[in-house]
């Protein structure tokens, strides 16, 4: 069956440094794979898409790459800051796959 | 409206009572879903919908679960005889359509707790 995997623990870092996310899958072969940003009590807001013939995708601090080889996507946030302090939902997709959303990993930024 | 619109937005209700969560999705939008989210847990996907198309329903957990989109737009998703464990946050989200990658709008959620 399908499973996405991403960081059970909360990543914590220091404001200015760049965070790093990371997102796996498995028995999948998705053409796109989206990130979410979801802050408590809210729903998820679309960040970036990327597809399976990109390898990377930028926008503003933002920076998403896409591995159809390792089956992985990585997230980065440079110069962060205390606001991007949320968890981060990654969520392969296309042609027959109804999005999938994994469990999310928290970001903390310290001030 | 600007975005998806669910309503209550929170529902306190009995063990064993049925209740209705509404859905608005945005205009135009022909495909539609619905999650659920238990506290601290990740999106368990629950049905979708997209134009005139039947719905799929495999995320379900039981038959106790059902929704409705009448006219393509507004969709309820019902919940009978409600249990505990079906205390969550209900969360709506649409999207133009599903294959080509558009974006999935999602709504505050429907926060249900069972007592």
């Known amino acids: 069956s399908q499973k996405i995997e991403q960081n059970s623990e909360a990543l914590n870092i220091q404001e200015g440094k760049t965070a790093t996310l990371t997102c796996n899958y498995t028995?999948?072969?998705?053409?796109?794979l989206q990130w979410y940003r979801q802050d408590p009590g809210r729903g998820p807001v679309f960040l970036l898409l990327?597809?399976?013939?990109?390898k990377e995708k930028r926008k503003e601090r933002l920076k998403v790459t896409f591995d159809t080889t390792l089956k992985q996507s990585l997230f980065h946030i440079t110069a962060s800051q205390p606001a991007d302090s949320a968890t981060y939902l990654c969520?392969?997709?296309?042609?027959?796959?109804?999005?999938?959303f994994g469990r999310g990993t928290s970001l903390i930024v310290h001030p | 409206g600007a975005g998806v619109s669910q309503s209550p937005s929170n529902k306190v209700t009995e063990k064993g009572k049925d209740v209705e969560l509404r859905c608005d999705p945005i205009?135009?939008?022909?495909?539609l879903y619905w999650y659920r989210q238990s506290l601290g847990q990740g999106l368990e996907f629950l049905i979708y919908?997209?134009?005139?198309?039947?719905?799929?329903k495999s995320g379900l957990p039981s038959d106790r679960f059902s929704a409705e989109r009448t006219g393509g737009s507004v969709s309820t998703l019902t919940i009978q005889r409600t249990q505990q464990e079906d205390s969550a946050v209900y969360l709506c989200?649409?999207?133009?359509?599903?294959?080509?990658?558009?974006?999935?709008?999602f709504g505050e959620g429907s926060w249900l707790t069972v007592v």
């Open positions: 989200a649409s999207s133009a359509d599903r294959g080509s990658g558009n974006t999935i709008y």
């Open positions: 028995n999948y072969s998705p053409a796109y």
């Open positions: 990327i597809r399976e013939n990109e």
């Open positions: 969520a392969p997709g296309g042609g027959s796959y109804i999005p999938t």
């Open positions: 205009s135009g939008h022909t495909a």
């Open positions: 919908f997209q134009g005139n198309s039947a719905p799929d």
